[in-house]
């Protein structure tokens, strides 16, 4: 009696996950199908590249330049990843092996500010990045991110779990804590910044309220908010937005299929 309920578990699972994939599939299928098919067949007559290469080339004639978009997308997410890693590994570095005054102070203010949602500091950051002179920059978008509450906190658990003998034999042998964080901490904490680094450029490449914001020219614009303009304004081209659709999301499936040895490790951790 055990096994089949077991099973059906299985059935029941198996069947929502297909369902939660579905969309995807169904939005990778269409971005290879002809207009006419998108629509009224589920597998197409004939696959076609013809959506891929009018946004990556035709698209641009209409003020909508994707392959700039994707690469801005690209640069403005590596760049805030490996900024939150660094800073979040010698914060977290500070916090949890340093003593110094104030040192539970800054920790409990890092908590803290992780419960406000993230809308709740938009306008400060806008009035910030005008005073700045960063409005319609790369800059604008990049700043507000160099830094994550999240990070620093992951860091600083991960660390203490780090024995203090490991760096006092470091220390011995020379190193200051700049080499100590990046030879020894941030390999043993391997796990920790994979988790940190995926979700950070995940969070970074999807976002979309900031960069609307802030940037209104279409050559500096991320890859999701030039799509969403283009949707907006040429929402009859179906084919070619879902071609974009796939481009957008192609990144991130690629990462966790890289990283997800780690991220799995990371989760492990986390439940024990």
């Known amino acids: ?7 059906l578990l299985y059935i029941i699972l198996f069947a929502a996950s297909l369902l939660w994939i579905y969309p995807y599939i169904w939005m990778f299928m269409s971005s290879f199908k002809p207009s006419s098919e998108i629509f ?11 959506h891929y290469s009018f946004i990556l080339k035709s698209a ?3 003020q909508r330049p994707f392959v700039r978009a994707l690469f801005n997308s690209i640069f403005i997410s ?3 990843t490996f900024a939150v890693i660094i800073t979040s590994a010698f914060i977290g570095y500070a916090l949890s092996k340093i ?14 500010q992780m419960l406000f949602p ?10 910030l990045m005008r005073a700045l002179g960063l409005l319609n920059t790369l800059s ?3 700043v507000p991110g160099l830094m994550s509450a999240w990070g620093i906190f992951m860091f600083t658990q991960s660390y203490k779990s780090v024995p203090n003998e490991y760096i006092e034999a470091a220390k011995m042998d020379g190193a200051s804590d700049f080499w100590v964080i990046l030879k020894l901490m941030i390999p043993l904490s391997r796990s920790t910044a994979s988790i940190v680094g995926m979700f950070t ?6 976002n979309f309220m900031w960069p609307l914001i802030v940037i209104r020219d279409y050559n500096k614009m991320p890859l999701s908010v030039l799509l969403a303009s283009f949707n907006k304004e040429y929402g009859s081209y179906v084919g070619p937005i879902l071609a974009g659709s796939v481009i957008q999301t192609l990144p991130m499936v690629l990462i966790f299929l890289i990283f997800r040895k780690y991220f799995l490790q990371g989760i492990s951790m986390s439940l024990k």
């Open 1 to 7: 009696m055990k096994k089949f309920w077991m099973l």
């Open 40 to 50: 009224t067949k589920f597998w197409p007559s004939h696959f076609t590249m013809e």
């Open 60 to 62: 641009e004639s209409m």
């Open 78 to 80: 590596m760049t805030v």
């Open 99 to 112: 003593n110094f005054k104030g040192r539970k102070v800054l920790f409990n203010f890092i908590i803290f």
């Open 118 to 127: 993230g809308f709740m500091f938009i306008v400060p950051l806008y009035v």
């Open 140 to 142: 604008a978008v990049i």
């Open 201 to 206: 450029f995940i969070g970074i490449w999807d």
